[in-house]
């Protein structure tokens, strides 16, 4: 079961003017469940996009990238996205390019645009070719089932081992009119931050330039989807896609610095992060969410280190799942995390409230009972103090548990 998460009722998630999800079952999954998904994007629309770090990226991230090039200029515009669930179409050669980049010509030969404004994105089992023929012979319905309000669905659509669909949205006001955002998600396992097997789409009919809709999916990702991880592991699949429909009666947004344009970031991470977070809830197996907390660096940088450390260590999640404070795991984690010239008698750790260690040793005070208790409880917050600086950052991690040993072992069963 997820970690305090349960899944948005449909009829709160708000339509995005300017965009339709349509939604089918091609066969592509071994039961039969919904399983290809087209978003129709009207002409006009900014996009931005960021993508896995992993090397071997699948052949979808590799088409997405070469598009979204082509169209940055705008001269016509990405206009439907398609997602199959099922089938990553990773490690797949020139044949999954070659099937990825069928993809998006029979999608665009049923909406008579060019395959160019196409984006393909693909999630599930690698190293298997892409059942391209019942992608296409599924597309027609997807279209067909094209609808404003079924946002829902598309969460539903997208999920491989999650077990709640994620979809959050949120209305304010620009330049006093009303202005709308909805996002979706999927993830479970094979997580960890730049990016992880994730999917996740965002987009509001705010009138957002497109000169910054790179930078805006870019700031988004690091502020939420970039400070998640479940298993260490990150996928060749990763995609995270905004898309603004420039149908809201605004003045144009120019500067994420303007005004409006805080006001707009602020909100849709506020969205990204309950996304991220709800990926992390839903972790495979997972019985704890974690917030681990590092402050007192010289930079972000070492205190995200320090946090991967912790959020990344077997050791210390299986202590967590055990509920069992063996907490010198987490000092030992924060000492290999590659901080230069660290100062063990500087550091404090905590176990939400209750101080375990005092510049570096075992504070005189604490009684594992105590660490016990916190250990127990289905949300905790790991804090380290650095006693360097002024420098601080959040990751959100989870337990590891028996369960996830046996979803993985059965994952293509």
């Not at 948005?8 to 091609?26: F, K, M, Q, S, Y």
């Not at 391209?132 to 309000?149: S, T, W």
Request: aromatic fraction near 6%.
């Amino acid at each position: 079961m997820p970690v305090n998460l349960v899944a948005t009722p449909a009829a709160d998630l708000l339509p995005v003017p300017g965009l339709r999800w349509g939604i089918t079952e091609a066969g592509i999954r071994k039961s039969n469940r919904k399983d290809l998904a087209v978003l129709l994007v009207d002409e006009g629309a900014s996009v931005g996009a960021v993508f896995t770090q992993n090397r071997f990226c699948a052949a979808p991230v590799q088409i997405c990238r070469e598009h979204l090039a082509k169209n940055n200029g705008q001269s016509f515009g990405i206009r439907a996205l398609v997602i199959n669930t099922g089938n990553a179409n990773a490690g797949t050669g020139q044949d999954g390019l070659t099937r990825a980049q069928a993809t998006c010509i029979a999608l665009a030969r049923e909406l008579n645009v060019s395959p160019e404004q196409i984006l393909p994105f693909s999630t599930g089992v690698i190293m298997e070719p892409l059942p391209y023929d019942r992608i296409e012979a599924g597309l027609p319905a997807a279209v067909a089932n094209a609808k404003a309000d079924n946002w829902g669905n598309a969460a539903e659509a997208i999920m491989t081992t999650d077990t709640v669909a994620k979809a959050f949205s949120a209305r304010i006001v620009l330049g006093g009119v009303p202005v709308t955002m909805t996002g979706i998600s999927k993830g479970a396992g094979m997580i960890r931050p730049n990016m992880a097997t994730m999917l996740g789409f965002m987009a509001t009919d705010a009138c957002v330039a497109q000169s910054i809709m790179a930078q805006l999916a870019h700031e988004l990702a690091e502020g939420s989807f970039n400070r998640v991880t479940v298993d260490g592991d990150t996928s060749t699949n990763d995609s995270f896609v905004v898309v603004a429909s420039n149908q809201a009666r605004h003045a144009p947004i120019t500067s994420l610095d303007s005004e409006d344009g805080k006001a707009l970031r602020a909100a849709m991470l506020g969205i990204a992060v309950q996304l991220a977070q709800a990926i992390v809830r839903d972790g495979e197996g997972a019985t704890k969410f974690i917030t681990v907390q590092v402050e007192g660096g010289k930079t972000g940088d070492e205190c995200r280190k320090v946090a991967y450390a912790i959020a990344h260590s077997p050791l210390v999640k299986t202590a967590f799942f055990a509920s069992d404070p063996n907490l010198g795991r987490i000092l030992a984690a924060v000492g290999y995390a590659g901080v230069e010239d660290l100062d063990q008698t500087k550091i404090d750790l905590y176990l939400d409230e209750v101080l375990v260690a005092k510049n570096g040793g075992r504070h005189a005070d604490y009684v594992e009972a105590e660490g016990q208790r916190v250990m127990k409880q289905s949300e905790i917050t790991v804090s380290v103090v650095l006693g360097r600086g002024d420098a601080k950052d959040t990751v959100w991690t989870c337990d590891l548990s028996y369960d996830y040993v046996k979803i993985n072992a059965d994952y293509r069963s």
